[in-house]
């Protein structure tokens, strides 16, 4: 895979009309097929952020590179053939009649013929499961399947690079699981990946690089398990460290040590039993 910066910010700053500072000098590169976190309390920037890469906001200060092109003169219309944003609510980004005239609005400006947009729904109802909802309007879908159709409508398009807002939130078992495949898919594919999350353990999971916010501001870009694991930051940040670093912590005060390379339950049952065995042979000797 061919590995250049994709994405370029470099000091980027932008303040709402009621005076909300909500970027202070953001920078950060993201290469082509990373995936990346941006994780932060509520109103630490992390939303408006991602509205200044497909253009909805543009920045009063810094650059932003999309490949080798400066975004400041691009419409939202330009960017958005290459930038695919889902939104935490999916009923902000969803208004047409029927799941089918959503599907074919999204694929509306890419330049296809008539029978080529009907491929793509066609496929898009059957890998997203909603060939029988194809007739219902989006609003009266359930809140997992309107989240399945804004995810749907975008990956419709193929952009180069996709942004999932709390892709998580509210979501079942089997809803994350569909999640977690399709990231995978894409990622196959060399899909440039961000995804805003509060949830602290999907990220451990499955996120490998995190850039941290708070008040506008980056406080830590690097390792997903680096940072999580770091509690002044996770404090400074307002969130909450997995538990199966809290899990480490009180073994820690009982006298066992455990490695830095476990970050999952297995990883720790594992060692656990390593343990128990190791004794149970000194038992046996004695």
């Not at 509205?51 to 080798?68: A, E, S, V, W």
């Not at 695919?84 to 694929?107: C, D, K, M, W, Y």
């Amino acid at each position: 895979m061919e590995n250049y910066s994709q994405i370029l910010v470099y000091d980027i700053n932008y303040t709402y009309e009621n005076g909300t500072n909500a970027l202070k000098g953001i920078d950060f590169k993201i290469s082509k097929g990373e995936l990346v976190g941006i994780m932060g309390k509520n109103a630490a920037g992390k939303t408006t952020l991602i509205r200044t890469l497909n253009g909805l906001l543009k920045p009063q200060g810094g650059i932003i590179y999309i490949g080798k092109e400066n975004t400041k003169n691009k419409t939202i219309a330009t960017l958005s053939k290459k930038i695919g944003i889902v939104f935490q609510n999916p009923a902000h980004q969803l208004f047409s009649n029927t799941v089918e005239e959503e599907l074919r609005f999204s694929l509306k400006n890419l330049n296809l013929t008539n029978e080529e947009i009907q491929n793509k729904i066609e496929l898009i109802l059957k890998q997203f499961n909603l060939e029988k909802y194809r007739n219902r309007s989006p609003l009266n879908l359930s809140g997992g399947e309107m989240k399945k159709l804004a995810i749907a409508s975008i990956i419709c398009r193929d952009p180069e690079i996709l942004i999932f807002d709390e892709p998580t939130l509210g979501q079942d078992k089997k809803e994350i699981e569909f999640f977690i495949n399709l990231l995978k898919n894409e990622q196959e594919k060399g899909k440039t990946i961000i995804i805003i999350t509060h949830n602290i353990e999907f990220a451990l999971k499955y996120i490998p690089r995190t850039i941290l916010m708070a008040d506008g501001k980056i406080l830590a870009d690097g390792p997903t398990k680096k940072i999580l694991d770091n509690k002044l930051l996770i404090k400074r940040a307002s969130l909450v460290r997995p538990q199966i670093f809290k899990f480490k912590s009180e073994l820690k005060k009982l006298g066992i040590d455990c490695p830095d390379y476990i970050y999952n339950e297995k990883e720790l049952a594992n060692f656990l039993k390593k343990i128990l065995i190791k004794k149970e042979k000194v038992k046996i000797s004695e």
